[in-house]
């Protein structure tokens, strides 16, 4: 099992920037692949990122490519994503993910495990 706990959401003005972490604990944390989700309301959760196992790859959804960036510090079972230039329709509960592969994915059933969530608000 691996348990994952996000902080560091909030609210925000538009434009401005915020960075989340994912703290992992149980098994090894360098043998998962890590993504973040996202849902707004009313809608279904969405692919935003994903790092692989080393950090040495990383993939983004066009919709915050250039603007959010994931990394990770094994050494801390912690991944980040660092989320600038922030706009209202980022507006969204944030989840992390863990998947037992090199590289992970973008769909929700190539992840195994998954945090509660925190909450991003972007005011206008």
């Known amino acids: 099992q691996v348990q994952l706990v996000e902080s560091g959401g909030g609210l925000v003005q538009a434009g401005g920037s915020l960075r989340l972490s994912c703290a992992a604990s149980g098994r090894t944390f360098s043998n998962y692949a890590m993504g973040w989700f996202r849902q707004a309301p009313g809608k279904e959760r969405e692919f935003v990122g994903r790092i692989s196992w080393s950090g040495g790859s990383t993939y983004y959804a066009d919709s915050v490519k250039g603007r959010f960036t994931i990394s990770r510090d094994n050494a801390k079972n912690t991944v980040y994503l660092q989320m600038n230039s922030l706009k209202p329709e980022d507006t969204a509960v944030y989840y992390c993910?863990?998947?037992?592969?090199?590289?992970?994915?973008?769909?929700?059933?190539?992840?195994?495990?998954w945090g509660q969530g925190t909450q991003v608000t972007v005011s206008s």
């Open positions: 993910a863990a998947a037992g592969t090199y590289f992970g994915g973008s769909y929700q059933n190539e992840y195994d495990y």
